[in-house]
């Protein structure tokens, strides 16, 4: 069962933006944060930037500024809106989702990659 749906990644050139969008099924019962990470080739996967359901905000320090995340509680949809995009920011991005009582959801995984 597909819980949690990306939108699809891209190619973009630097300095270029992105939007992704992931949306959480009502299966998933009380979310109380929804988010992303990344995995960029031979490294660990990172913490981009979540948003709590009281709107409270994390992110990362090399995407603060540049990756604004947002969410859409009507839809059950997280939005980050990629901007600046450096060809350090390359990756597999997963949404990720939390629900109250602890237990996480990932999605599959979508690549971003930025090249000229």
């Known amino acids: 069962q597909v819980r949690l749906v990306e939108s699809e990644g891209g190619l973009v050139q630097p300095g270029g933006s992105l939007r992704l969008s992931c949306t959480a099924s009502s299966s998933i019962f009380r979310i109380i944060a929804m988010g992303w990470y990344r995995q960029a080739p031979g490294k660990e996967r990172e913490l981009v930037a979540t948003i709590s359901d009281t709107g409270r905000t994390e992110y990362a320090d090399s995407v603060k500024g540049r990756f604004p995340i947002s969410k859409d509680i009507v839809k059950n949809t997280v939005y980050l809106e990629m901007n600046a995009l450096k060809p350090e920011d390359t990756a597999v991005y997963y949404c990720?989702?939390?629900?109250?009582?602890?237990?996480?959801?990932w999605g599959q995984g979508t690549q971003v990659t930025v090249s000229s």
């Open positions: 990720y989702a939390e629900d109250q009582l602890g237990r996480d959801y």
